[in-house]
């Protein structure tokens, strides 16, 4: 008997034809891969389910009356004229585009399937529009644009791709709901059919026989009763293993939509059994042990009752959705596979990744992801899941497995029966056990370089089907591979360049000379001091020091004519000029450029300078300081020859002035001139030392310790000397290491600098501040600091707020006598004898100073590493008169006659020589007619230690003193050798020594 469709059945509203909560998932998972927002409506605007909208859309359009009627009317009206399978796309009334598919229940348009709210990326948006929505409708402007900008904008290419799989899912869901709509009328038939005709129940049961759900009738007990032929279909059991079964059987595996094995109490006939209420739409899984395979379903069971009210059977239908779902997991393992090859991750990590992954979503027990190594014919394990024993960078021969056939052919292999394949050779095949066997090739630009494998041990009748979603996740791999390999091609090709520039520091620029502006690089515009890429010729050309201005320009014209006349560029050299940034520092570039020219013949004209600088000032300031430091030792060497012969003149002088005084009575009126003779020695005396600090401090025996105390004794006896309107200010780090020093040498550098900075203040108020700190220097330091060694050092610098200077008086600032002070206010020689005693230290000097900005001098000291030696002790004179005999030296007559006289007052028997030869022949002829040898260093002929050589040859050991007016390490380092017992500075030599014999003689007789 035939029936016409229930009305009520064809005019549900579509959340009564759907299951919103299986589509949710279905919806989530989608937006999940893709990102893309999703959502479902009915014709009437209300929205069933959504992913996500976007924050322009929840936050304004949706909530305002006007927008909200142009988002309605682009959900709804847009996909009525399209036809199932297909979608179609429209800009809503506020401007974002929606995507639509529509649904169907058979030939009824029921709701649409929307995506949308984006931007093309290839559009360009009108921001006036949307910050005129936002004033007429009274959003908030900033927080409405900022939505809108958070809108995501999509290629044409991925909507069309994401769409096609919607509109295909929008299918899927009306077949499902014209299904369920079928199944409907037709459970509805059968109720009424039950109820009214008990008779037609054979014709009842043709007709669940051939529905294409199945349908399963479980009793009270959950036995079955019956089953259709799509059932036993579905469930993967013939009807002979139906009957009578109890749904808890546990030979039964039944999975849920996440695919988490359901108990026994959650199948869909316990569930009613136990709550005697209807469930619809629930999704589950079939896990087939035999096959491996899953087969999933969209399961509705309800209660039918006695007339009395009791259980008496529960019908179960299922409607087949595994092509679906298989579909579904396809795009999600590709997707979420695929986006671990695109994660900043190490290679290893992503093939790690990758093969569980494979493991997990497409069901597989054992991957692996190989590397074929092509020279050595092997296969190297990246990437392994579920493989006992095998671990990345293992590796096989191509021979021994089945991966290495597919590498060296480049063939796709699919086996669901391997044991039985002829040739079931392959050692890892065996030891796993392996029935089903997929792998396919990586290949790169034409040429195999790794397989992926899925593999299991029973045999996978799907096997086949995931063949082409491992060639997809292949061809991802091989993408991703050549993007890293071609970015780390990159970033090696740009990394050499960078290193290349950084090394040279290299700035590039152009100077259009059509335009007259100039671009650089950001280098570039360091070393010209602008911050913006492009900047007008002039505006580069005021930067350039004046006086280098007109060489500039000569040689750019230069090389435009040197080019025109073809001249090479190799030949036409580079330029070095100055250039002055806005801070008012003054920087040197080197600079070599090229001409590009447009046109030919008697039209060609130069259009272009193309341009590389270099900032070679650290080179010219190293230039400066060696020069500085050659011209100081040249000027040393020269006032140490000088002062060895001024000495002996001021010796002869005091010497005489000392026994002429002596020789006279007291209140003698020639006495006082001889004591005013004396006081200009003292002052000659001095002079000369101070000649002699710049070149080479005098080498005194060093102490080790802090050096705060040693500078704070001099600030003690400058403050009173100072004006009092000029502040001193200390800042002494505690934690500072001890330094070898000369405290009386450290005491006249600081005077000498602290004298210069008050000079600079001058008689207005000022500030002086010294700090002591501690710094570890590096190669950067050598070119301010010329002569400083690297390590750690114990930094004194003195800081004044005075005149400063200008360039000009800093290459000069060293100079031995030169001064800016008027005459009669200095020497000249203050910063000189700073740097000699810094040399003496082994140390260094560094000055900075500008005009009207201050000067900062730092006294770089070597950090101690040990104590140094004390010095030895010379025990003083006990005014004992001597009577030993000494032999003197000395090729200056006036000095040899001064020391037999101040000898010979002292008790000493003292025999001189000036010739140097006749004194050695003297002694070797009766040695041991002298106790003691005193010699000069510088005599004609033969050396002082010439003579000390002979002496020492004709008697060991006799006591040997040599004098000279100007000592250097390389004499000290002689007389150390030779034994010599002291060597002595002149002009104090004749009091000195006669402590020195008297040290000697006594020392001796001990």
Not at 180 to 204: C, D, N, P
Not at 667 to 673: A, E, F, I
Not at 763 to 768: L, S
Not at 907 to 920: I, K, L
Request: with cysteine; net charge negative; aromatic share 6%.
């Amino acid at each position: 008997m035939g029936s016409e469709p229930d009305p009520g059945l064809s005019n549900r509203p579509l959340g009564q034809i759907l299951d919103v909560a299986v589509l949710r998932t279905l919806v989530d998972g989608a937006f999940e891969l893709t990102g893309i927002p999703a959502a479902i409506v009915d014709l009437d605007g209300n929205v069933l389910l959504k992913s996500e909208w976007q924050d322009v859309c929840g936050r304004f359009h949706r909530l305002h009356p006007e927008t909200r009627a142009a988002c309605v009317e682009s959900d709804t009206l847009p996909a009525r004229k399209v036809p199932p399978g297909t979608y179609c796309e429209s800009r809503c009334g506020n401007g974002l585009w929606d995507v639509s598919a529509p649904l169907f229940e058979a030939d009824r348009h029921v709701g649409n399937l929307f995506v949308g709210q984006f931007f093309y990326e290839d559009e360009t948006l009108d921001l006036d529009a949307f910050r005129e929505r936002a004033r007429r409708l009274g959003f908030d402007e900033a927080a409405y644009l900022a939505a809108v900008g958070r809108v995501p904008r999509w290629s044409r290419e991925r909507v069309a791709t994401v769409m096609g799989y919607y509109a295909a899912v929008a299918g899927v869901l009306s077949a499902v709901a014209t299904r369920t709509s079928e199944l409907g009328r037709m459970l509805a038939e059968k109720e009424r059919l039950v109820a009214s005709l008990e008779e037609s129940e054979e014709q009842y049961r043709q007709l669940v026989e051939n529905l294409q759900a199945g349908v399963v009738v479980h009793g009270p007990d959950t036995r079955i009763l019956f089953a259709n032929p799509q059932a036993c279909r579905i469930l993967g059991l013939s009807h002979d293993q139906l009957l009578g079964k109890e749904a808890v059987d546990p030979a039964w595996s039944f999975l849920s939509a996440q695919g988490r094995r359901l108990e026994a109490a959650e199948y869909p006939v316990s569930r009613v059994v136990a709550t005697g209420e209807p469930l619809e739409n629930l999704v589950i899984g079939m896990h087939d042990p035999a096959s491996g395979e899953d087969s999933w379903a969209v399961a509705t069971a309800f209660p039918e009752r006695t007339p009395q009210g009791h259980l008496r059977q529960v019908v179960v239908s299922f409607v087949d959705i595994t092509a679906q779902r298989r579909a579904q997991g396809e795009l999600s393992a590709i997707a979420r596979i695929s986006r671990h090859f695109q994660q900043a991750l190490p290679v290893s990590e992503i093939y790690a990744h990758a093969a569980e992954s494979l493991s997990s979503l497409l069901r597989f027990p054992l991957v692996g992801i190989e590397l074929y190594d092509r020279e050595k014919g092997e296969m190297v394990f990246a990437g392994v899941a579920g493989m006992p024993g095998v671990e990345p960078g293992m590796r096989v021969p191509v021979a021994e497995t089945l991966s290495g056939v597919v590498a060296t052919t480049g063939t796709a292999c699919c086996e669901v029966r391997a044991r039985t394949r002829e040739g079931y050779r392959h050692e890892s095949l065996r030891r796993l056990a392996v029935e089903t066997f997929l792998c396919v090739p990586v290949v790169l630009r034409g040429e195999v370089v790794g397989t992926i494998a899925l593999a299991d041990r029973v045999s996978r009748r799907d096997a086949r089907y995931w063949l082409g979603s491992l060639t997809t996740v292949s061809q991802a791999l091989a993408q991703e591979l050549a993007r890293r390999k071609a970015e780390d091609a990159l970033r090696e090709s740009e990394g050499r360049l960078r290193l290349a520039a950084d090394a040279a520091d290299l700035g590039i620029w152009f100077n259009d000379l059509r335009t007259g502006r100039v671009r650089g690089d950001e280098r570039a515009k360091r070393q010209f001091g602008v911050e913006v890429e492009e900047v007008p010729f002039e505006e580069v050309l005021a930067r350039i020091h004046p006086d280098d201005v007109p060489l500039l320009v000569g040689a750019v014209n230069e090389a435009i004519g040197g080019a025109a006349r073809g001249i090479p560029e190799d030949e036409r050299g580079s330029l070095e000029y100055r250039i002055v940034r806005p801070d008012g520092e003054i920087r040197w570039l080197s600079v070599f450029v090229r001409i590009q020219y447009a046109g030919e013949g008697s039209e060609r004209r130069a259009v272009a300078i193309v341009g590389t600088s270099q900032d070679v000032t650290a080179r010219k300031r190293a230039e400066e300081a060696q020069l500085r430091t050659q011209k100081l030792e040249a000027l040393g060497t020269l006032a140490g020859g000088v002062a060895h012969d001024f000495n002996n003149v001021l010796m002869a002088i005091r010497g005489n002035a000392t026994l002429a005084a002596e020789e006279l009575p007291v209140g003698h009126p020639v006495r006082d001139l001889v004591a005013e003779i004396d006081r200009a020695g003292l002052r000659a005396v001095a002079l000369v030392k101070q000649i002699l600090a710049f070149a080479r401090p005098e080498e005194r025996a060093l102490a080790v310790g802090s050096l705060a105390p040693v500078v704070d004794e001099a600030l003690r006896l400058l403050r009173a000397t100072l004006p009092a309107e000029i502040a001193i200010r200390t800042a002494w780090n505690e934690a500072l290491p001890p330094v070898a020093v000369d405290p009386g040498q450290v005491h006249q550098a600081v005077v000498n600098l602290v004298t210069n900075a008050a000079h600079a203040i001058g008689r207005r108020p000022g500030r002086i501040d010294l700090e002591l700190s501690l710094r570890d220097v590096g190669e950067e330091s050598a070119t301010a600091a010329p002569g400083i060694g690297s390590g750690r050092h114990v930094c004194l610098s003195v800081r004044d707020d005075g005149c400063g200077m200008d360039p000009a008086t800093r290459a000069r600032a060293f100079d031995p006598f030169f001064t800016t002070k008027r005459t009669g206010e200095g020497t000249g020689l203050g910063l000189s004898i700073v740097h000699g005693i810094m040399r003496a230290h082994g140390g260094a000097v560094e000055l900075r100073s500008k005009p009207e900005r201050g000067t900062t001098v730092t006294l770089y000291f070597p950090a101690a590493e040990a104590p140094a030696e004390p010095a030895p002790v010379v025990p003083p004179q006990d005014g004992r008169r001597r009577t030993e005999r000494i032999l003197v030296v000395d090729d200056d007559e006036a000095v040899a006659i001064l020391s037999r006289r101040s000898l010979g007052r002292l008790g000493y028997v003292v025999t001189t020589f000036t010739d140097p030869a006749e004194a050695v022949a003297a002694f070797t002829g009766a040695p041991e007619a002298y106790d003691a040898v005193v010699t000069d260093i510088s005599m004609p002929g033969m050396t002082g230690f010439d003579v000390a050589a002979a002496i020492l040859a004709a008697r060991p050991g006799v006591p040997l003193v040599i004098t000279s007016g100007y000592i250097r390490p390389e004499d000290e380092a002689a007389a150390a050798r030779l034994g010599v017992k002291a060597l002595i500075a002149k002009p104090d030599t004749v009091d000195d020594l006669a402590g020195v014999l008297d040290g000697i003689f006594r020392a001796g007789a001990a």
